[in-house]
């Protein structure tokens, strides 16, 4: 179905009451009161109208809302935080089946696990499971949804020492296209609890989540801050410290404008070990330079992934793209501080994260996530509040074309835009062919087509 179609969509009285009989949760459509606030999304550049949202109470209004989209031809939207900068959390005329309400949570502190639903955001999950001491891999802003974020694979402040979010994952409770109810795990259905561990939201809508946990007690994180006179070398030192970077120790760069209107380089750190063995290991960080500003502290993991919050609020206009370099070259060095010297927004960030330890020492083939070599994954986030677009868009475009010559093919579909059939393809490399295999198995008329789209191969175009 062709965008300008997606307008002209329409539902009729006779629909609507059929499918609010059914519905635990809540029926959302133009005209209700509750219209405006349930179609914005936390991206305030993505304004689009959907024909309906389904707030859903439960798997079962799930698989009423996919039951619902199919038989019209309706374009389905998932939502879970609300987070895809693309966009793909909304639709324009299309049906929105949003998780947020679904926030059921059971942690078992026995076993180390927890059980959770796909409507929770990172710093609800755990603020539930540090009540045990427990914690898993999660991202840096604490409102992102689990969902996305697991699904496409999770980088963040454990993962050199417990791996992705992905990989932290034991079982997926997903309802496929055809409204189906199933367990994926390394028992049942081995396939495609491949595919949800990195693949994105291609293969069905994932329910619940059961996530292994790990010990976590007080961490020392937070940042310290340079002048961006100082860029240069700075990110040389970083280069260097980050090489012999223990599992306990995850440290990210960022070019950024402090509050204060400065243009300044920040290294932001997260050290899950032994406190005092933690402050041996950010000495060198704390000494060089020295720094502007230390907000190095011990503080608790929750703490610890609501760091950058303020700095990424809802409702700002935000677009996104990433690279994936083996090493910080002096060429990358020099392209990555450039271009952010010519940040068109205060709000626009260059963060630098680290990628090591125990997630790169997983197999590239053992999950769809492909990106398992120590490396660097810069994302240039153009963030603004009014005026133009365009100049705050085309900021991104360059900052990102100047590192294609040096980037690895596969990258961290989480960090791209909608860039198109051949980048996606790129993005999952190897794995590639096996996705597509996955997909024609499970949606071979691509149902779910709102995400990093990964096209069947055996049924013609569905003209979306």
Not at 79 to 96: D, I, K, N, P
Not at 132 to 158: N, P, R
Not at 218 to 223: I, R, S, T
Not at 309 to 335: C, F, M, Q, S
Request: hydrophobic share 40%; with cysteine; aromatic share 8%.
């Amino acid at each position: 179905m062709i965008a300008s179609q997606m307008a002209d969509i329409q539902i009729g009285d006779s629909d609507l009451a059929k499918l609010r009989q059914v519905l635990q949760g809540e029926l959302v459509f133009p005209g209700d009161t509750a219209y405006e606030q349930a179609r914005r999304v936390w991206n305030g550049a993505i304004d689009r109208r959907p024909a309906g949202i389904v707030r859903c109470a439960d798997a079962n209004d799930v698989q009423r809302a996919i039951e619902f989209a199919r038989r019209r031809d309706w374009p389905i939207a998932v939502r879970g935080g609300g987070h895809s900068t693309a966009g793909f959390s909304t639709s324009e005329g299309g049906l929105v089946i949003d998780l947020s309400p679904m926030k059921s949570i059971r942690v078992d502190p026995e076993t180390s696990t927890a059980q959770a639903q796909a409507g929770l955001t990172l710093g609800e999950l755990i603020q539930e499971t540090q009540r045990y001491g427990l914690a898993t891999t999660t991202g840096i802003v604490s409102d992102t949804g689990i969902a996305g974020l697991t699904l496409g694979g999770g980088i963040g402040w454990l993962a050199a020492q417990y791996g992705l979010t992905c990989d932290n994952v034991s079982a997926f409770e997903v309802i496929t296209p055809d409204g189906v109810l199933r367990r994926a795990d390394p028992d049942e259905n081995p396939d495609l609890f491949w595919g949800l561990r990195g693949g994105g939201g291609n293969f069905g809508i994932v329910t619940n989540f059961h996530y292994r946990l790990h010990d976590v007690g007080p961490v020392l994180a937070g940042m310290v801050i340079h002048p961006m006179a100082q860029a240069r070398k700075a990110l040389r030192f970083y280069r260097d410290y980050t090489a012999t970077a223990p599992d306990e120790l995850t440290a990210y760069a960022a070019l950024l404008t402090t509050p204060e209107g400065e243009r300044a380089i920040a290294f932001i750190l997260c050290y899950a070990g032994e406190l005092q063995e933690g402050e041996r290991i950010v000495k060198p960080i704390r000494r060089w330079g020295p720094p502007v500003v230390d907000l190095l502290r011990p503080m608790s993991y929750l703490e610890a992934i609501s760091l950058i919050d303020a700095a990424n609020p809802a409702g700002r206009y935000y677009a996104e793209k990433g690279n994936t370099v083996p090493e910080l070259k002096d060429e990358v060095i020099d392209i990555l501080v450039e271009n952010a010297s010519a940040g068109t927004s205060p709000f626009s960030v260059t963060l630098i994260q680290h990628l090591h330890g125990v997630a790169t020492r997983i197999a590239p083939h053992a999950t769809a996530f492909p990106v398992r070599k120590e490396c660097y994954v810069p994302v240039h986030i153009a963030a603004w509040e009014d005026g133009d677009a365009a100049r705050h868009r085309q900021w991104l475009r360059t900052s990102t074309d100047a590192l294609r010559p040096f980037e690895l093919k596969e990258t961290y579909v989480n960090f791209m835009s909608e860039e198109g059939s051949a980048r996606v393809r790129s993005a999952y490399g190897a794995n590639y062919d096996r996705l597509v295999a996955l997909k024609n198995r499970y949606d071979p008329d691509n149902l779910f087509h709102l995400n990093q789209n990964i096209k069947p191969n055996i049924s013609p175009d569905a003209g979306w």
